[in-house]
């Protein structure tokens, strides 16, 4: 008989994939449409006026992002002149891995090679790749991801759908949400083991800052506990003050053991640099080749890195000064400006909040919340379980966006249900607009 004629299994069966009960729980779909949504009730109420979106850190809408003809050039200069649309390589184009490699991380300082680096489609296809190659190598689901108090809400979401479990780290104190080294010894206290480490910096939400120390620190914590897949998600990493200096990862990972630098894996893009959140290019530089080469295999056959990506990445990374780059500096110009006015107004006007860099603030709301309305100020919102308390931050943003015109995004996703962010990724004249707003909105509140 054929053995095309014989069932069989394609793997052999020592490596089959056993059945297992595992309880999951469902995905939220993202509540920020609604949010956006809630605009529109002001804007039904009050056609004349100007709304203010501070939700989301969009370059390409609340800033100029790249423009059509910068889009089209940089794919004339990147394409071939024949197989044009042929696929490209599942880890990237070689040009554009070797320009991140040596232009932009300098990484070929300490023996990394091109085959360290890999293109993804954006950075949500960065971080489900990490995890992806996270499972592929232990054989495992349960594992335990450690990240900082207030997570990106895809950290915790993107851990869950691989099968493992976020675990954050207790903060540095309720009004700086800081990680720190003592953070990731307690959570080993509560779980016995951990298997990765995510540090972001500067941070969604909080916009916390992490000097190269600190980095370091982190990592040494991480390694003394046995922690084996540590991520640095630096996707505003350009989006900083002028007096900021770049991180110099030669340095930092150059500081390391090669047993330890193999454990880190470096995640940036241009999502928030250029404002280029459609364009989808986000990259990994990984300190083990043997890693890199797993997510290649996952990329081989899921997602490839996109040819518009790969062009903006070319012209942006092979540039002799990246951070002053044109695309970069309309981006990080606006911001540093609208970050300053954020922290000279909020102070002045008495608010605690958290605003070291990139595009977001953090801002403590606990004096608003609990709060009654008075019958004129009722409100029907998408998100707000009553319409004549303010119980909740939940509650709290759909007031201000209903009833203000201003949006922010609640802090419950992020677990800090005393707190709002707040993006200053705009124009000066709009964060100062959005900010006195705000401002007279929690002013109205009884």
């Known amino acids: 008989m054929l053995m095309s004629q014989v069932a069989r299994w394609f793997d052999p069966e020592k490596a089959l994939i056993r059945p297992v009960a595992s309880m999951r729980r469902q995905l939220p779909i993202s509540n920020m449409f609604l949010i956006k949504s809630e605009l529109g009730v002001y804007t039904r109420q009050h056609p004349e006026s100007p709304v203010y979106d501070a939700s989301q850190g969009d370059g390409g809408a609340t800033l100029s992002g790249i423009r059509p003809d910068e889009l089209a050039n940089a794919l004339v200069l990147f394409l071939p002149n024949t197989q044009t649309t042929a696929y490209g390589s599942p880890n990237g184009s070689l040009r554009v891995r070797q320009a991140l490699l040596e232009n932009f991380w300098k990484l070929d300082r300490i023996g990394l090679t091109p085959d360290n680096i890999l293109v993804t489609d954006g950075g949500r296809d960065a971080l489900q790749k990490w995890y992806q190659a996270i499972h592929m190598l232990t054989g495992k689901i349960g594992l335990t991801v450690v990240t900082s108090a207030a997570p990106w809400v895809s950290y915790a979401h993107g851990t869950y759908v691989n099968g493992f479990n976020l675990l954050c780290a207790p903060a540095q104190s309720k009004t700086n949400l800081r990680m720190t080294p003592d953070g990731i010894t307690a959570c080993l206290g509560l779980c016995g083991t951990a298997d990765a480490l995510i540090i972001t910096t500067p941070d969604n939400p909080t916009g916390a800052w992490y000097s190269p120390n600190e980095i370091k ?151 608003w919340l609990g709060r009654g309305l008075r019958p004129d100020q009722f409100f029907n919102g998408a998100l707000a379980n009553t319409t004549t308390h303010i119980e909740t931050v939940k509650d709290l943003g759909s007031y201000l966006a209903c009833e203000h015109g201003i949006a922010v995004v609640h802090g419950t996703p992020f677990l800090q249900p005393n707190f709002i962010r707040f993006s200053y990724a705009q124009d000066p004249a709009i964060t100062i607009a959005a900010i006195n707003r705000f401002d007279e909105a929690l002013k109205s509140i009884p």
């Open 217 to 367: 620190t982190l990592i040494e914590r991480a390694r003394f506990h046995g922690i084996k897949y540590i991520l640095i998600d630096l996707m505003y990493q350009l989006v900083i003050d002028d007096d900021v200096p770049l991180y110099d990862w030669a340095e930092i990972l150059g500081s390391f053991s090669a047993e330890d630098r193999a454990c880190v894996t470096l995640l940036d893009g241009l999502t928030k640099s250029v404002g280029a959140s459609n364009v989808r290019m986000a990259h990994l530089a990984c300190g083990d080749e043997k890693f890199a080469k797993t997510i290649q295999g996952i990329a081989s056959h899921t997602v490839l890195p996109n040819v518009l990506g790969e062009a903006c990445a070319l012209e942006v990374y092979s540039s002799s000064d990246v951070r002053n780059h044109p695309w970069v500096k309309r981006i990080t110009k606006r911001t540093s400006a609208s970050r300053n006015i954020f922290r000279r107004e909020m102070t002045a006007r008495g608010y605690t909040s958290i605003a070291d860099q990139g595009y977001y603030a953090f801002v403590d709301v606990t004096k």
